[in-house]
C-alpha cells in the first residue's frame, strides 16, 4: 500500500488532534500534532521571563531560539508521542489556558514558524504521516495527497475545550475560554506570515454536529480510497 502526507487543519479546538490521533492510529501513520511545538516555545517564553503580563521580549525568544530543543517521544502506554522541551515532558503544561492564551502571538514570529516548518517537514519527508495545525497543507505541506479543513461554531469549540480544561482540573470559566477560542481564530487567520487559511483543495468538514465516530469514519473512508 502506497503511503500518503494527511493533513488535517482548521479552527482552534475544532477537534483536530482527536481525530488525526484516530486516523493515524487505524492506518499504521505517525501522528504529529504540530500546535503542541507552537505551545512549547510559548511555555518556554512564559518560564523565562520573555512573555509576561505586561511584557514580550521578542528579540530575546528570537535569539533563544536555536538553543531549544522541540522532540516527541513516543509514549507506550498512552499510544501517542508526547512533547519534550529540552529534555523534559511538558506534555501536560502546554495545555493550560495560559499558554493558550499567548501561543497565538508567539507564532506569529517568522523566526520561530521557519524553525517549527523546517522540523515539521523532516518529521513527515518519509510520508506515512497525519499532522494537525493551521498551515500544514498551505504551508508545510502543500502537496500533501490529503487535505482537510475542519471548522465548528466558535460556541461548539469553545464547549470542547472549556470540558476539557475542566477535566484536568482547571479552574477557568466558560466566557474565558470562549473568548480565547475566538481571539486565537482572529490572529491566526489574519498574521501576515502564514495565516490559517483553507488550502484550495482541502476538502472541508463542519463537524458541529458531527459524533466523533462519524466524523472518524468520514475521514477514514477518504483516506482509504486515496491510499
Ligand atoms: O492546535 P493548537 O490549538 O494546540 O495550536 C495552538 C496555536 O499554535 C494555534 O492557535 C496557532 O496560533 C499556533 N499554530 C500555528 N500553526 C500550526 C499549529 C499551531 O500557528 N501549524
Not at 503511503?3 to 484516530?22: E, H, L, N, P
Not at 511555555?43 to 511584557?55: E, F, G, R, T, V
Not at 484536568?168 to 473568548?179: A, P
Request: overall charge negative; hydrophobic content about 40%; charged content about 30%.
Amino acid at each position: 500500500m502506497k503511503k500518503i502526507t494527511i493533513a488535517i487543519d482548521g479552527f482552534s479546538s475544532t477537534g483536530k488532534s482527536t481525530v488525526a490521533k484516530q486516523l493515524a492510529k487505524a492506518l499504521g501513520y505517525v501522528y504529529v500534532d504540530s500546535g503542541a511545538m507552537y505551545r512549547a516555545i510559548t511555555l518556554y517564553a512564559m518560564q523565562n521571563d520573555i512573555i509576561s503580563k505586561d511584557h514580550f521580549d521578542i528579540e530575546k525568544l528570537i535569539n533563544d531560539l536555536d538553543s531549544l530543543k522541540i522532540s516527541f517521544k513516543y509514549n507506550d502506554v498512552l499510544g501517542f508521542a508526547e512533547m519534550y522541551l529540552n529534555g523534559v515532558n511538558v506534555e501536560h503544561d502546554i495545555r493550560t489556558l495560559e499558554v493558550s492564551q499567548w501561543v497565538s502571538q508567539v507564532a506569529e514570529i517568522s523566526e520561530v514558524r521557519r524553525m517549527l516548518v523546517l522540523q515539521q517537514q523532516i518529521m513527515g519527508k518519509e510520508k506515512g504521516v497525519v499532522m494537525d495545525g493551521r498551515d500544514i497543507g498551505t504551508v508545510v505541506f502543500p502537496d500533501a495527497e490529503l487535505k482537510f479543513f475542519m471548522t465548528a461554531s466558535a460556541d461548539t469549540r469553545a464547549k470542547r475545550r472549556y470540558k476539557e480544561l475542566l477535566e484536568r482540573n482547571e479552574s477557568v470559566s466558560y466566557v474565558d475560554v470562549l473568548k480565547n477560542v475566538e481571539s486565537r481564530d482572529l490572529i491566526d487567520s489574519t498574521r501576515e506570515d502564514s495565516p490559517l487559511m483553507k488550502a484550495e483543495d482541502a476538502i472541508e468538514i463542519d463537524n458541529s454536529n458531527l459524533s466523533l465516530e462519524a466524523q472518524f469514519e468520514q475521514l477514514y473512508a477518504l483516506a482509504r480510497e486515496a491510499i
